[in-house]
């Protein structure tokens, strides 16, 4: 991913550095789905995608398909964000979810305010179009 928006509008701050290790979590993203890694030794998920487990060292680690459910670890209202494109986003909340399998994620929480949210409140993924080819994993009140 170029990183860029269209051609003379200046440089987008939203768009990931997709690596190969992420490149299967971008494209279920894609299709509506979250995957998460999960060590075969030990049994642990974690998230962000690495390449070995962070409890055992093991790397016999693979994906799999999280239920997609988790509850609000903590939160913050975005009121001033100057880099393309979030100053036509602001207000959005961003929020650090515990997924129900264990990892916590970094996302945005939708379809709620601040003034809705609470720290342990359940929540779901949804899925977020940020350009023609990719989705974000986003979070709404269950
Ligand atoms: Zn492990």
């Known amino acids: ?10 440089p987008r701050f ?7 290790e992420s490149q299967p979590y971008w ?3 894609a299709e509506d789905r979250l995957l998460i890694k999960r060590c075969d030794d030990c049994g642990a998920f974690h ?7 962070p409890e055992c060292w093991s790397d016999a680690v ?4 999280a239920s997609g459910r988790g509850t ?11 880099l393309p494109p979030f100053p036509s986003q602001v207000p ?9 399998e264990g990892p916590r994620m970094m996302t945005r929480l939708v379809e709620c305010t601040g003034d809705d949210i609470t720290i342990g409140m359940k929540v779901e993924v949804a899925f977020e179009p940020f350009d023609d080819e990719h989705k974000m994993a986003v979070f709404r009140p269950i």
């Open 27 to 29: 494209d279920a993203l």
């Open 47 to 53: 998230h962000y995608p690495r390449p070995f487990c």
């Open 1 to 10: 991913m170029s990183g860029k928006g269209p051609a003379g509008s200046g």
């Open 92 to 100: 959005y909340v961003a929020a650090v979810v515990e997924l129900e």
């Open 14 to 20: 939203d768009q990931p550095l997709i690596e190969a």
């Open 72 to 82: 609000v670890y903590t939160y913050s209202t975005v009121y001033v964000n100057d």
């Open 62 to 65: 693979d994906w799999y398909e």
